[in-house]
Each structure stands twice: as C-alpha cells, then as structure tokens.
C-alpha cells in the first residue's frame, strides 16, 4: 500500500482543524467493504476502497463517484441574500442566475484568504460547500455582518452531505447526478467534469448506492486528492497559510472578479493587479519517483543547488508543500507555495526529495498597468522645443 501523508493543515491561527465539525458523524460509506478511513482534515471519510489508482482511473475517465460529506454545508435565504453576498466577497453574485456555480473567497482587511465557497442559488436560498469545519466560523462571521438585511445564514452540516460526482462524459455526470435527488448542486468544468450534489445527510448512503448501481465506481480521498492536485487547484487550509493572497494561488479570475464593487480586502487585490506582484506563487512540483515517500503538508522547499537563488536571497527555504499525492499517470506531485523570484527553470527540493517545477502561477503575475513615463517625458521636451 502506498505511504500517504497526513497533509493535516493548520487554521488560519496556526492550529489543527478539527475534521467536519462538531456533531458530524463519522460517514456510513465507511462501512463499504474495503474502505480505509482516511486521517488529518479529510478524517470521516475513507482516503480509499482498496485500489487508488483504479480508483482515480473511474473518476477521470467512465463515472464515479467520492463521498465528501466530511465537507461544511451552509444555506442563506432572503431577499437580499445575492446583494448581501456580492458585497461581502470577492465574487460577483448580485445577478447570480439560480442554477448556475461560482467561486467566491471572504478576505481579511489586509487580503488575506479567510474562507473559500463553492455556491449555487436554487432561486429562493444560496447554497454553498466549504472545507471541513470552517462552516461554523463561517457562519459566525456572516451573522455578525447581517445588520437589518433579509437575510438568514444558516450551517446546514448535520442535515445535508456532499458526494462528488466525476467523469469524462458531462451528459453521463448530469445524468448521474440526478439520479441522487440533491436539494443543490454545484459544477466544475474541465478535462473532467464533476459535480457536488447536497444530498440530505440521512440519504447519503442510498443516494450512494443508487449510483453505484448505476455504474458509478466509489473512489476515496487519495484519489479525489491526486486529480485535483494534478489539475493545479489549490485547497484552503492545504495549499495556503494564513498570509496568503488571492494572486499568489491563481483564484484571480476564478474566485476573484476585478470588475465588480468595493468588498472587504480589495484594495490589497487592486493593488498588486495593478501595480505589484504577488510575493508568493503556486508550482506543481513533479517528485522524483525514486523516493519512497511524499512530502508531508508544511515540510519546506529548499534549492537543489545552492547556485540556483536569486542574487541578493539567502539560501535555505523558499516556501513550504501545500498537499502530496501519487497520481496514476504522472506518478508522485505536490502543490507548493514558493517565493516568486524562484527561477522557474531552477529543480527543487520538497523535503528533501527532488522536483521538477511545473508553473501554474508565472512570476510575472499582477503589475498589469503600464506606466510610460519615458515616453510622456519626450513628448514634453518636443513641446518645449
């Protein structure tokens, strides 16, 4: 059996998060026959059912389906639930159309990456997902910014469970996905595509069964965990720290919209947009497959050769692992977070194990205003003359 790590993250104070919350059961699909418990954020669901590489095989190709019902589930009804929503995050949401899937990230004053929502609008109550034991900070925090808005947050955790639905076929997924009955559902477009249907809690293990009987393969956390990192998605809590900004782990334009209004944290974003850069960038390290181990979550990253910094940067570590997997065709990745002057030519140890960088942030993100200052200087002097 493979040798996993814990890639248990700490919250944005630096402490261990406690897995899905307070009250949340363990998931009945531990029970498959199989099925190992996976530990760290990720405890309460199975990190696989015997074969992660098959497993990770189904959800990128045919159809499966991974239980994520260790996941926070909040609902805000009201009128003002979009307006209220777009106001508060980075996402544009106050034209919403219901049905519909976005992205949105709550900042701190300073833009910092407090929260991170994956959301739907069914046309009477915004339906989000967000990592395990953060919908009660979450929901704490809307409620403490309600005023005399018609708006009712809600955490939702203990009566509805997240299943992830993938596969290569978008038709044979919505199909799927129906099948399951959920009361919201959010999707995600790509090479694969997959879908996060609501299920109420009490049917998690039906709604389960429904589609494995529909041809669906059960895959576990290792190999939800794999595509999503071979795919260069960063996770909150895994991939990021307490100081990280939206740009350094390419939500810009995902999670982030720049054409929308005033939120909590946007001048920081307008600022390195426009004038600066991130300090920080996200790189796909490919491991070297030699090493019978994965970097675990917070090891750091260091040069391989000393020669390779930057001139004026002292040696030593240049940012740290975010999550590690084996992924069935490119063998061990991890997702880390780097200084941005790190040559993207330079070989990285993670660890202490060797990595190749694959770029998913360039260096050269943010500055996008040009300042012609030169030419504005000759233009002036012609008219002198």
Request: glycine residues 10%; hydrophobic residues 40%; contains cysteine.
């Amino acid at each position: 059996m493979q040798n996993e790590p814990d890639n248990s993250p700490p919250d944005q104070a630096g402490h261990a998060q406690d897995p899905a919350g307070p009250g949340i059961p363990p998931s009945p699909l531990l029970t498959v026959p199989g099925a190992v418990p996976a530990v760290g954020p990720d405890a309460g669901v199975a990190a696989h059912y015997g074969d992660p590489f098959a497993e990770q095989r189904a959800l990128s190709g045919a159809l499966g389906v991974v239980d994520r019902s260790h996941r926070g589930v909040i609902r805000i009804a009201g009128q003002d639930r979009l307006s209220w929503l777009h106001s508060l995050t980075t996402a544009a949401l106050e034209k919403l159309a219901p049905g519909s899937t976005a992205e949105a990230l709550v900042l701190s004053s300073s833009g910092h990456v407090e929260f991170h929502l994956t959301l739907t609008d069914d046309g009477s109550a915004v339906w989000a997902h967000v990592e395990p034991g953060t919908a009660g900070p979450l929901v704490e925090f809307l409620e403490s910014m309600r005023f005399l808005l018609r708006v009712e947050p809600a955490d939702v955790t203990s009566d509805y469970a997240v299943l992830t639905i993938m596969g290569r076929s978008e038709a044979d997924v919505r199909a799927a996905a129906a099948t399951a009955k959920p009361a919201a559902a959010t999707e995600r477009a790509g090479e694969t595509f997959s879908m996060d249907v609501m299920v109420e809690r009490q049917r998690l293990a039906d709604a389960a069964a429904g589609l494995r009987a529909n041809g669906a393969v059960l895959g576990g956390m290792w190999a939800c965990e794999a595509l999503r990192i071979a795919a260069g998605r960063p996770r909150l809590g895994l991939d990021t720290d307490h100081r990280t900004i939206p740009h350094e782990v390419g939500w810009i334009g995902t999670a982030v919209q720049l054409d929308k209004g005033c939120y909590r944290g946007q001048e920081t974003v307008a600022r390195v947009h426009n004038l600066g850069h991130p300090p920080r960038r996200l790189v796909l390290l490919h491991l070297d497959g030699s090493e019978d181990r994965l970097p675990e979550h917070g090891d750091p990253v260091t040069l391989n050769q000393p020669g390779e910094e930057d001139e004026g940067q002292e040696s030593g570590g240049i940012g740290f692992v975010g999550s590690a997997a084996r992924h069935f065709e490119l063998g061990p990745i991890a997702l880390a977070l780097v200084r941005r002057t790190v040559p993207v030519q330079a070989t990285l140890l993670a660890a202490g194990v060797p990595a190749a960088q694959e770029v998913i942030v360039p260096p050269d993100a943010g500055a996008n205003v040009k300042i012609t200052l030169g030419r504005r200087r000759s233009l002036l002097t012609r008219a002198r003359e």
